[in-house]
Structure formats: C-alpha cells, structure tokens
Nanobody
Framework: QVQLVESGGGLVQAGGSLRLSCADS????????MGWFRQAPGKEREFVAS????????SYADSVKGRFTISRDNAKNTVYLQMNSLKFEDTAVYYC??????????????????WGQGTQVTVSS
C-alpha cells in the first residue's frame, strides 16, 4: 500500500523560498517515478516537476524551470520540491504523485497511480 504525505507548505512573501516534502510509507518507493502537481482555485491540476526512480532524470514545467528543483532520497522514501524565487502565481495546493513501479510517466496526471492529500502554498505579493 502506498500512502503519500506532503508537508512544508505555508505562507511566504514573493521572492521567498519553501521546500516541500512527500513521504511514502510503502516499500516500493525506489521503483516509482514521482511527480509534483499543483492546482489553483478555479484551474485544472497542472504538472510542476517529475523525477525518475533513480533520480537521474527530472523534468519541469516551463513556468518553474530555473526556480524549482525536484530531488529524492530513496533511503528516506521521500521526494522534495525546493521552490525558490516564488511568485504570486505559484499560489496553489501542491500534490505529490507516484507512478506504478518501473512504469512510464509523464506530465499527464493520468500516468500517476497514487496521490497525496496536498499542501497549500500561498505566496503574498
């Protein structure tokens, strides 16, 4: 069973930083690609970043490229999202997601099998 728990959200001023964490309680974390998505009020869920099971490959949405960094620690069953130079438009609920073991994954939410409950990030202008 995979249970994803996000933490690290909060209120920050524009230009500030936050680091989100997502802990996986299962035993197959190191076999899964992981992703971060976000959803702002009235908008669809959108892709933010993803990372392969080994951590060797990562991908970012154009809107966060150069500001956000995804990483993972397979020994701790945790994936991180370091967010720097935050902007007002980064305000959203952030979700982590896990793909099926050794399966392909992409920017589409449909390629992820398990989801966390979300953590709110609010950036004040």
């Amino acid at each position: 069973q995979v249970q994803l728990v996000e933490s690290g959200g909060g209120l920050v001023q524009a230009g500030g930083s936050l680091r989100l964490s997502c802990a996986d309680s299962g035993v197959t974390f190191s076999m899964r690609g992981m992703g971060w998505f976000r959803q702002a009020p009235g908008k669809e869920r959108e892709f933010v970043a993803s990372i392969s099971w080994s951590g060797g490959t990562s991908s970012y949405a154009d809107s966060v490229k150069g500001r956000f960094t995804i990483s993972r620690d397979n020994a701790k069953n945790t994936v991180y999202l370091q967010m720097n130079s935050l902007k007002f438009e980064d305000t959203a609920v952030y979700y982590c997601a896990a793909a099926s073991p050794f399966s392909s994954f992409s920017t589409s939410p449909d390629t992820y099998r398990f989801w966390g409950q979300g953590t709110q990030v609010t950036v004040s202008s």
